[in-house]
């Protein structure tokens, strides 16, 4: 049996834990490859997130990666533009959405110009950037009573086989329930969404959700083999789920609306 002993419970922190700037810049550069299986493997976002945007027409998707929550926000009727740092995130972003200006930028220096934008959106991104610096560029770029709004999908943890599945492939538990993110000034929290929903997929579909996860991304071949080693013997035998069955996989949603 791959896996054994007591499991450690959900994450108790805020945010992920780097050493320093440096370790957090190259955990982020692991999604500079395998955008397509990121396209495919990660869900979108539920209809609350899109909801927090309502009164802003113009809207730039930070850290977009495929553009996930930038379907969301086009299907609004929005004006949408979207930036990402990974020449392979954009790459596949400007297929699926060819109307949409995308470019390669980040959340400390987005390129674009004073007062230009209603909203910033950033989804899965906040945690990769430097939070003083990203609030001040989104201070200079959001318009007078424009909104800074962040969001998350996490796997919701609290059920425990879903825990279990999280850590065999080290899907990035770091965000407690309740957890808030770091925004410094003139920011301000106005709202905040905490929704759960569930993600219908195929069982095989885990393994495709663990390749997009930046620990595999960064893996030796030997690591990952036992990654999927585990995930196997999970699945198939500790769980008993059958190859192409679709099993409810439950996520939680936490959203934030920041104002000046």
């Not at 990666?65 to 379907?71: I, M």
Request: aromatic share 10%; with cysteine; proline share 7%.
């Amino acid at each position: 049996m791959p896996i054994s002993g007591t499991q450690p419970g959900p994450s108790k922190k805020s945010q992920p834990t780097f050493r320093d700037r440096a370790h957090q810049h190259t955990a982020a550069s692991a999604f500079v490859r395998d955008a397509d299986r990121y396209h495919d493997a990660r869900p979108s976002y539920p209809r609350e997130v899109a909801e927090l945007f309502d009164g802003a027409d113009v809207v730039c998707d930070v850290g977009a990666g495929t553009g996930k929550l930038t379907q969301l926000l086009i299907d609004d009727h929005r004006t949408v533009y979207a930036c990402d740092p990974s020449p392979d995130m954009t790459r596949v972003l400007h297929h699926q959405l060819p109307e949409v200006p995308v470019w390669r930028a980040t959340a400390e220096a987005t390129g674009l110009a004073d007062n230009a934008v209603d909203a910033i959106a950033c989804a899965q991104t906040w945690h990769w950037v430097d939070p003083a610096e990203a609030s001040a560029e989104a201070d200079r770029v959001i318009r007078d009573g424009g909104s800074l709004v962040l969001c998350w999908n996490t796997l919701a943890v609290h059920h425990p086989w879903v825990l279990r599945l999280s850590r065999i492939m080290h899907s990035g538990d770091v965000q407690r329930e309740g957890f808030y993110p770091t925004v410094h000034a003139p920011w301000k929290l106005e709202r905040e969404v905490r929704t759960e929903w569930v993600d219908q997929i195929p069982v095989e579909h885990c393994f495709e959700l663990m390749a997009t996860r930046s620990y595999w991304l960064k893996a030796s071949e030997r690591t990952r083999a036992k990654m999927e080693a585990n995930l196997t013997w999970y699945l198939y035998e500790r769980l008993g789920f059958d190859e192409g069955q679709i099993i409810p996989l439950p996520y939680r949603t936490d959203a934030f609306v920041y104002r000046r």
